[in-house]
């Protein structure tokens, strides 16, 4: 089945400086790659997705890079704001027509940013 | 437009009790996923379901857990005897078709 590893578990960066986590997938028919924001206590937000069709994707401080030969797709946060930690999960899932469309979720990523 | 509501948000259980827990997707949504958060870890795929039919249950113990989704009401993640590993956050997702998945706020459950 599908697995996902997600690198680092947990970062520390200065406020203004960037972060960058990255994940591999195994399952070469996967073409959905969201990631996804957890507070303490909460549910997971989706952030920012991409799709197998395009390479990269960009929202305000927030991109996210797809190698699908390397099978791999990270995600960068530019600017670090302190209510940017938290815990992010990527994921991977085959989303299409007779297709579950299940997310496998990443183990997190621990995002620490000091003020 | 109410997102994914999950009740209870905590719930406590001696083992060998059991544990109901609901879900009621986004509005215009048929298609529920369950996930289980241990702590400290990642949400691991339980079941899919859409309505009166359960799609993919792969993720699921093979004993103990049930889940369904009938036609009217909530999706319910039934757990029976429960034990001490049990206890974790249980998370609810739903989406319209194969579009994006909305999680709820979780049930924390405890066993004792």
């Known amino acids: 089945g599908e697995n996902v590893e997600q690198h680092p578990s947990t970062l520390s960066v200065q406020e203004g400086d960037s972060a960058v986590i990255k994940c591999t997938y195994s399952d070469s028919a996967s073409n959905y790659f969201p990631w996804y924001k957890q507070e303490l206590g909460k549910g997971p937000q989706l952030i920012i997705d991409i799709r197998s069709n395009v390479g990269e994707k960009k929202d305000q401080r927030i991109a996210v890079t797809l190698n699908k030969t390397a099978k791999h797709f990270s995600l960068h946060i530019t600017e670090t704001q302190p209510e940017d930690s938290a815990v992010y999960f990527c994921a991977a899932s085959n989303r299409g027509s007779g297709n579950t469309g299940k997310l496998i979720f990443g183990q997190g990523t621990t995002l620490q940013v000091k003020p | 437009n109410a997102g994914v509501m999950q009740n209870p948000r905590h719930l406590v259980r001696r083992r060998g009790q059991e544990a109901r827990l609901r879900c009621s997707p986004m509005?215009?949504?048929?298609?529920v996923y369950w996930y289980r958060q241990l702590p400290e870890e990642g949400l691991k795929f339980m079941v899919y379901?859409?309505?009166?039919?359960?799609?993919?249950e792969s993720g699921m113990p093979k004993e103990r857990f049930s889940a369904e989704f009938p036609k009217e009401g909530p999706s319910i993640l039934r757990i029976q005897q429960v034990v001490r590993g049990d206890s974790a956050a249980y998370f609810c997702?739903?989406?319209?078709?194969?579009?994006?998945?909305?999680f709820g706020e979780g049930s924390r459950l405890t066993v004792l």
């Open positions: 379901l859409q309505k009166e039919n359960i799609i993919d």
């Open positions: 509005k215009g949504h048929s298609h």
């Open positions: 997702a739903s989406s319209m078709n194969t579009g994006e998945l909305f």
